[in-house]
């Protein structure tokens, strides 16, 4: 009797920058030993050199990234401003920063506007952001009537798939893939164009966005994260694992 294609126990591709796609490997690892797992990087992550005046008369800073408060912790020793985090993997790494007043919001931009919208901090507030940004959250808050600019701290560069990469997918088997952002699905997806895929690709996506920006040819509906960060997406990812697991286990 032939083997099924995706009779071996699955595996997992991660597209996100160094950093974090180790820690979440690292998580997923605890909770599948033995679990193997692809880092191939479709982002870099690129500090840019911070303005002088990034924060002159800013009342608060506001940050969608671990990689911001990074940037921004580098290039200024300013820790008494208040700061407005997207989610919580941002606000623990402001905490570590050194800074003092932290808020949280729900873990995504829109989260984040809605917060700043009902709190009305005094301004003026700066964001300080990738290059590549989802939404334009100071355009947002000055919408909202709130004093609000930003600044870029960092480039999110696209890379090309590496050979690891390439061999994951040229392998039979299910392969599990996270996508964290809209735009490193649609890397993914430009990327597979030119690589022979023998893997049946299981998406979990952070959020419907980034959901619906992976739609190559065959692949299975993207199962969505409960809310959008990363300790929802490793409980997504870990549920899909046991699921393909258990679907191994009744052939």
């Known amino acids: 009797m032939p083997t099924h294609p995706d009779a071996a126990a699955p595996r997992v591709l991660l597209t996100r920058p160094r950093p974090q796609a180790d820690r979440f490997a690292a998580a997923l690892r605890a909770a ?10 479709l982002l ?56 003092g007043t932290v808020h949280q919001a729900g873990g995504d931009a829109v989260a984040l506007i809605a917060a700043l919208r009902r709190a009305r901090p005094e301004g003026p507030l700066v964001h300080l952001h990738g290059r590549h940004m989802a939404r334009d959250i100071a355009r947002a808050l000055r919408d909202a009537g709130l004093e609000a600019r930003d600044h870029e701290v960092y480039d999110q560069r696209a890379r090309g798939l590496d050979p690891a990469a390439r061999a994951a997918l040229g392998t ?23 690589v022979k895929v023998a893997a049946t690709l299981h998406p979990v996506a952070i ?45």
């Open 44 to 99: 870099e992550i690129v500090p840019l050199a911070l303005p002088h005046d990034a924060a002159m008369g800013a009342k608060g800073l506001i940050f969608t990234s671990e990689n911001g408060v990074a940037c921004y912790a580098a290039g200024s020793a300013r820790r008494d401003l208040p700061v407005w985090c997207v989610g919580p993997r941002t606000a623990q790494a402001a905490h570590e920063a050194g800074f």
């Open 172 to 194: 039979p088997g299910a392969l599990v893939v996270p996508l964290f952002s809209p735009r490193s699905a649609r890397l993914l997806v430009a990327a597979l164009a030119g």
């Open 32 to 41: 599948h030993p033995g679990l193997a797992i692809t880092i191939a990087p």
């Open 207 to 251: 959020s419907a966005a980034a959901a619906a920006a992976f739609a190559p040819p065959g692949a299975p509906k993207a199962l969505i994260s409960a809310t959008p960060d990363a300790e929802a997406m490793a409980r997504a990812v870990s549920a899909r694992i046991r699921a393909l697991e258990a679907d191994v286990s009744a052939r």
